[in-house]
């Protein structure tokens, strides 16, 4: 098990954005987090990432508690995260946008960076390399010279992707990452994903409302509303679940969701 958590709560004020959240992550598994709009998806994702200490609760990650860290320290120990609108350095390079993410795991001295000593340009020299294969990975090297903001809505996409495997994370949260596709993008968007879990050994939670996409690649489903857990398991069965359709359209359906 690479995530657990355990009554994770987290209130503003009276209002309580999520509630006693218990769920559990296996290593290299793809798991779609779902819900309608508001109900707590992305508090979840801030509170995995520290951006938001739980009220109550707790959540461990490889077996450490890490409910106290900083959003900083979660990413040196394995967690990475994309957002629901793009948030690249559009006016750098494709090239420069990787390396931002790499900067933390490279090693020299602040007199060796300030005077470009030898052990300076070998860590910068490893690391556009390192960053020069992520994007043949994900077929972006081409572009590498480009403006970040130039690339189609759906390349970028694959950029913050990239740019958050730069950081060599064991559990990455893609939050809606299909939010804005057209059709094709989002076929491309599904092969990305496939992608990933052939090239690395990584876990994903994916938050995302296209159900063809989460029906395409998630291997099990959780499912929130106002906060709380409300069914989890088998996509299919997940998404025919009675109090599922009651969540998204209000009321019971003879029609399936998917």
């Known amino acids: 098990m690479i995530l657990s958590t355990e009554n994770l709560t987290l209130s503003f004020g009276g209002l309580v954005a999520v509630e006693d959240l218990s769920i559990q992550i296996d290593e290299n598994e793809l798991v779609g987090l779902i819900g309608p709009n508001g109900a707590g998806k992305t508090t979840v994702f801030n509170l995995l990432t520290g951006v938001y200490p739980p009220t109550s609760g707790s959540f461990t990650f490889l077996n450490e508690k890490i409910e106290k860290k900083n959003t900083y320290q979660l990413v040196r120990q394995g967690i990475a995260r994309t957002f629901q609108n793009i948030r690249l350095f559009k006016n750098m390079s494709i090239l420069n946008n990787v390396l931002s993410a790499l900067n933390f795991n490279m090693h020299y001295s602040i007199g060796g960076g300030m005077f470009r000593l030898p052990s300076y340009w070998r860590e910068e020299k490893k690391a556009v390399e390192e960053a020069l294969e992520l994007l043949k990975i994900f077929q972006l090297d081409e572009y590498a010279?480009?403006?970040?903001?130039?690339?189609?809505?759906?390349?970028?996409?694959?950029?913050?992707?990239?740019?958050?495997?730069?950081?060599?994370?064991?559990?990455?949260?893609?939050?809606?990452?299909?939010?804005?596709?057209?059709?094709?993008?989002?076929?491309?968007?599904?092969?990305?994903?496939?992608?990933?879990?052939?090239?690395?050994?990584?876990?994903?939670?994916?938050?995302?409302?296209?159900?063809?996409?989460?029906?395409?690649?998630?291997?099990?489903?959780?499912?929130?509303?106002?906060?709380?857990?409300?069914?989890?398991?088998?996509?299919?069965?997940?998404?025919?679940?009675?109090?599922?359709?009651?969540?998204?359209?209000?009321?019971?359906?003879?029609?399936?969701?998917?």
């Open 145 to 258: 010279s480009w403006a970040a903001g130039a690339l189609p809505y759906g390349k970028q996409r694959k950029l913050e992707i990239a740019r958050a495997m730069a950081t060599n994370p064991k559990l990455l949260l893609l939050d809606e990452p299909a939010a804005g596709m057209n059709p094709i993008e989002t076929e491309e968007l599904m092969e990305t994903i496939e992608l990933l879990r052939k090239q690395f050994p990584i876990s994903i939670l994916l938050i995302e409302h296209d159900m063809k996409l989460v029906l395409g690649v998630c291997e099990r489903l959780f499912v929130m509303d106002h906060g709380r857990l409300i069914a989890q398991g088998n996509p299919k069965e997940v998404v025919n679940h009675p109090q599922v359709i009651r969540a998204y359209l209000g009321e019971e359906e003879e029609d399936d969701l998917c």
